[in-house]
Nanobody
Framework: QVQLLESGGGLVQAGGSLRLSCAASGGTFSSYAMGWFRQAPGKQREFVARISRSGGRTYYADSVKGRFTISRDNAANAVYLQMNSLKPEDTAVYYC?????????????????WGQGTQVTVSS
């Protein structure tokens, strides 16, 4: 059983930056691909970014490509999401998730473990 705990959310003005962190415990962190998802009020949870188990491959939603960067530190059991040039439409609760399957997947149902989420609010 893997436990995930996100941190780093907050209120930021449009154009600003935030760095989200997700600390993992209770499992072999390097055995999981990791993803970030977000959910805005009244909307479905959507894929943001994914990183492979080794960190060698990353994938992004088109809406965040070029602005967000996902990274991981397997020694520290952590995954990060650096968010730059934030826009009001990035406002959402952001979740990290762990996937046992190494193959690329953007569907939330494919992920095995989830954190509780951290709120990101971008003001215009």
């Amino acid at each position: 059983q893997v436990q995930l705990l996100e941190s780093g959310g907050g209120l930021v003005q449009a154009g600003g930056s935030l760095r989200l962190s997700c600390a993992a415990s209770g499992g072999t962190f390097s055995s999981y691909a990791m993803g970030w998802f977000r959910q805005a009020p009244g909307k479905q949870r959507e894929f943001v970014a994914r990183i492979s188990r080794s960190g060698g491959r990353t994938y992004y939603a088109d809406s965040v490509k070029g602005r967000f960067t996902i990274s991981r530190d397997n020694a520290a059991n952590a995954v990060y999401l650096q968010m730059n040039s934030l826009k009001p439409e990035d406002t959402a609760v952001y979740y990290c998730a762990a996937d046992r399957d190494p193959f690329y997947n953007t569907y939330p149902t494919a992920y095995d473990y989830w954190g509780q989420g951290t709120q990101v609010t971008v003001s215009s």
